[in-house]
């Protein structure tokens, strides 16, 4: 028995070859390495040897993560569509286009300075004069623009009567996640980035009462392409408090909180394609003004180390 | 479901999200089905979209669950993520990835850079990808509270060639493909990953409970 044990061990153990120093222990490439077990001990018909197997060229399906096509220049990428034997991208499409949306909000409505936060009692409250929409001219004459196409357009009456109930119903929307209903309250452009947003979370939120009626604060009147196709977006200044709360896709809490809730002002824009006659107001974006800071950071909840507290 | 059919699926008013994300807002946004019925140079797409090979495996990161009764324990994140159809063996990678399983994922990638296989590139690759999606998309908070809950390998395709032997005899060469999967769980590794066999002193008591366990046929 334990001289067949000591006859198989004896086979690994090939005679003439020597583990050489290893210098490094990573499978980098080194300057000294073991001795190859796989190479033939006579290198003297080496290439002949080499002819026996036929080449065949591999595919390597991990090479374009190196290219950078915005990097690399024209000639390069004709170059290598040539060796694979695609043929150039036709630029020409011949599909038939619907603009049902614009893709930005047209000369934003500027929001004063500390809007919403001082109190009626305040000192600072006389000096922030709501100016009212009579007084803003452009406004005025982009409202009369949109009642040539709806006779019955009435700001006051578009602010308190479907302005909240239009996004009320498309944030309930957005807690089913349901990509077309989203977007019957909420224009193409909108629709992207909410749908992006949405991804991998759930949310819960609870409409509780407007704190101050909504109001509409900036009316722009814009053509696209040709001067009949003409795009209105309505800017309102809603004061709301609601509930909020954004769990992860782990049904872990990342943002907000759904039992304590927040009183919010915000300045939303809808647009209406006035030139369609089907067109309806819908959520076109939000404007965040210049002075809350870059952008809304969304800052999700993380945890934090607990201090030990002292005894008093 | 395959990544084509997804946005082939028909969206009438609404620009698909594969296609937005490249794009500048421009004054009109315009309804466009997708298109892509002209080739292009594939470039690497979101995600290392993958249009070949397996496409179940990152679909369990789409999985939402709901969000956690103020009862119910935490539950941990996980992510599955992969390297597909790299010029390897599956059989050979195998063993690679049997070594990372339970570990904790710093543990896995620095044991990973010593094994002398071209295996342990392509695992030690995918781990350290896996660790930044976690961390970026999946709501990951420490990059080291991470352990490698599953790690296996698949076949990807395989190109036959050929070779010649004495007498003209023809022999078959494989040039295979391998797939690498590997999941990631939130939290710390933990202790045995396989049930471990049992010490002396259980071995006694298992033993010992067996013989205590015997009966005789028919008796009461």
């Known amino acids: 028995m334990l001289s067949v044990l000591s006859q198989r061990i004896s086979q690994w153990i090939v005679p003439g070859v020597q583990a050489g120093f290893v210098r490094s222990l990573t499978n980098k490439k080194s300057p000294y390495q073991i001795k190859a077990h796989n190479k033939h001990w006579n290198p003297k018909f080496r290439k002949l040897r080499g002819l026996k197997v036929i080449k065949v060229d591999l595919p390597n399906f991990h090479e374009n993560e190196s290219w950078k096509p915005s990097e690399m220049s024209g000639e390069e990428i004709r170059s290598k569509m040539k060796e694979k034997g695609i043929q150039p991208v036709r630029n020409w499409q011949e599909k038939p286009l619907e603009l049902s949306c614009t893709g930005d909000i047209v000369e934003p409505y500027i929001p004063p300075e500390g809007d919403g936060k001082a109190s009626i009692i305040s000192t600072d409250f006389p000096k922030q004069k709501i100016i009212r929409l009579e007084k803003k001219s452009r406004s005025m004459w982009a409202a009369r623009k949109i009642r040539q196409f709806d006779e019955e357009f009435d700001p006051y009456n578009f602010a308190t009567q479907e302005a909240t109930s239009i996004y009320i119903k498309m944030h309930e929307a957005m807690m089913t996640k349901d990509e077309y209903k989203i977007g019957t309250y909420v224009t193409e452009k909108a629709l992207l980035e909410i749908m992006e947003n949405l991804d991998c979370k759930t949310i819960r939120w609870k409409f509780m009462e407007s704190i101050e009626p909504t109001r509409v604060v900036h009316i722009r009147v814009i053509d696209v392409i040709s001067k009949d196709n003409i795009f209105a977006q309505i800017t309102c200044r809603l004061h709301t408090k609601q509930s909020l709360g954004i769990y992860d896709r782990f049904g872990r809490l990342l943002y907000g909180n759904e039992l304590t809730p927040k009183d919010v002002l915000e300045y939303v824009v809808f647009e209406r394609h006035l030139s369609n006659l089907y067109g309806s107001w819908r959520i076109h974006g939000k404007i965040i003004p210049s002075w809350k800071g870059v952008g809304f950071e969304f800052q999700p909840i993380r945890t934090v180390a607990v201090t030990e507290q002292k005894s008093l | ?220």
């Open chain 2, 1 to 220: 479901m395959s990544a084509t059919s997804m946005m082939n699926r028909h969206w009438p008013r609404v620009l698909h999200r594969f296609y937005q994300l490249d794009r500048v807002p421009t004054l009109s946004s315009i309804h466009v089905h997708p298109i892509s019925t002209t080739a292009k140079l594939e470039t690497k797409g979101r995600e290392g979209m993958n249009t070949q090979g397996p496409q179940g495996w990152p679909l369990y990161n789409k999985q939402v669950y709901p969000p956690t009764e103020p009862g119910e324990k935490p539950r941990p994140a996980f992510i599955c993520h992969m390297k597909v159809n790299v010029k390897y063996s599956p059989l050979k990678l195998w063993y690679v990835a049997c070594l990372v399983r339970g570990m904790q994922i710093d543990e896995a990638i620095r044991q990973v850079e010593y094994i002398k296989k071209k295996g342990a590139n392509i695992v030690r690759e995918t781990l350290i990808e896996a660790r930044e999606l976690a961390v970026q998309k999946h709501n990951v908070e420490f990059r080291s509270n991470l352990w490698v809950a599953e790690s296996f390998t698949g076949k990807g395709i395989v190109i036959k060639g050929v070779r010649k032997h004495a007498r003209g005899r023809i022999g078959a060469v494989h040039y295979r493909y391998a797939h690498y999967f590997v999941r990631l769980e939130e939290g710390s590794p933990p202790d045995h990953y396989y049930t471990p066999k049992p010490d002396g002193p259980q071995m006694l008591l298992d033993w010992i409970k067996e013989r205590r366990e015997l009966k005789i046929e028919g008796s009461y």
